[in-house]
């Protein structure tokens, strides 16, 4: 059902608020500081020493374990990978004693995840799945794991799967650097508390969803379209230049923003959106002047701000801002209004947003 909503993917972008809620329900307790997850709790010892850990995924799913890189190695200070099964699979990896294979999928049938997974079993690895399916294939073959609960997601560009899979990882991390001792308490205290403060501030964002609706209907021509993001910020460039090209059919790439001067900044000229993700953090006064660039050489900016932002907000063409928010639960925030304008973008384009051509929900062959 679409409960009046005129397409599915813009149901399930504005349940966000529901399914990030349900996945922290019955989890964090920030008044507590406590979080349940037994998929943790029985194997924290594994957790908790590992040397390593490798996460293994597909397409949206990859760019959340992107972000857990970020998130993981700064808050547990252990080491990540971050593979495409899909490459990971056909290689000969190494894997050492003690190395956890986390492995995040929606469906939690993706081929290239499921073969990957066997082959790690086979090198003896510990498999830990982040999956939305219940009983799907890549639960039953995971150890042991963590559901996202975001419920079932019928539009095939993966929206409200991302956002859960976000924050049953920013649980996971919290809790195994907890037990390593790697979070002090008032930093854990923070977290927990923005992260409970997560549904509250994306339901804000929706409220002013019109306003991306405008700026969609006048890049709706673009041919092509560059996103820039730097530290937790850079996978969801990544990922808003997935959403654009599967739902509106624009050529669109994601980089980090410092990259741009190694090649891509060729391509700006005066027809060429450039979108920012640019909340407030430490890379902040960075991004300022990767915007200057990119207005020195006429290109059209697009950003995503933290409200209150004068500085960027007077440089950009068009500016959307989300509410504050720590720098590690930015992501949850900053991914919204990205989804939303390849919604709008889509729609004013004409195209098929729930089913885009050539693809399917579920990627379950080679
Ligand atoms: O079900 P999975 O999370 O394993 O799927 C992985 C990708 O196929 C999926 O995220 C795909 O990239 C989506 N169409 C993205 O919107």
């Not at 349900?22 to 040397?51: F, H, Q, S, W, Y």
């Not at 700026?215 to 808003?240: H, M, S, T």
């Not at 990259?259 to 700006?268: Q, Y």
Request: charged content about 25%.
């Amino acid at each position: 059902e679409k409960s009046g909503y005129e397409h599915f993917m813009l149901k399930e972008i504005n349940e966000q608020p529901a399914t990030i809620y349900d996945c922290l329900r019955g989890r964090l307790d920030a008044v507590k500081g406590t979080i349940t997850m037994k998929g943790i709790e029985d194997n924290i010892e594994a957790l908790v020493a590992a040397p390593r850990y490798i996460i293994i995924a597909c397409g949206t799913s990859w760019h959340a374990g992107l972000v857990a890189e970020y998130i993981i190695e700064e808050l547990c200070r252990t080491p990540v990978e971050v593979e495409y099964a899909s490459e990971f699979r056909y290689r000969n990896p190494i894997i050492h004693k003690g190395d956890v294979i986390i492995a995040i999928s929606q469906s939690g049938e993706t081929a290239d995840t499921l073969v990957a997974i066997e082959k790690a079993k086979e090198k003896g690895a510990f498999i830990f799945g982040i999956v939305n399916v219940v009983g799907s294939s890549i639960a039953r073959a995971s150890h042991a794991g963590a559901y996202t609960h975001a419920g079932m997601e019928i539009g095939v560009a993966s929206t409200k799967a991302f956002t859960a899979q976000l924050t049953v990882l920013l649980m996971i991390a919290l809790k195994i650097a907890k037990s390593k001792g790697t979070i002090d308490e008032k930093r854990f205290s923070h977290l927990m508390t923005e992260l409970e403060e997560v549904p509250e501030k994306v339901e804000s964002i929706l409220k002013n969803s019109q306003e991306l609706n405008t700026i969609a209907v006048k890049y709706k021509n673009a041919v092509n379209a560059l996103y820039l993001g730097r530290g937790y910020n850079f996978p969801i460039a990544l990922e808003g230049a997935l959403k654009l090209k599967e739902i509106s059919y624009i050529h669109a790439e994601g980089y980090p923003a410092a990259e741009m001067k190694h090649g891509p900044i060729a391509l700006v000229d005066k027809d060429l959106p450039v979108v920012f993700v640019a909340t407030k953090d430490e890379y902040h006064a960075k991004i300022v002047s990767n915007i200057q660039e990119i207005k020195a050489r006429k290109g059209k900016v697009i950003a995503i701000i933290t409200e209150g932002d004068e500085a960027i907000a007077g440089m950009a063409d068009d500016v959307f801002a989300v509410p504050p928010a720590d720098e590690i639960v930015a992501p949850l925030l900053s991914v919204i209004p990205l989804q939303l304008l390849s919604y709008y973008i889509g729609v004013a384009k004409g195209c098929d947003v729930d089913k885009p051509r050539n693809l399917a929900k579920s990627v379950t062959v080679e």
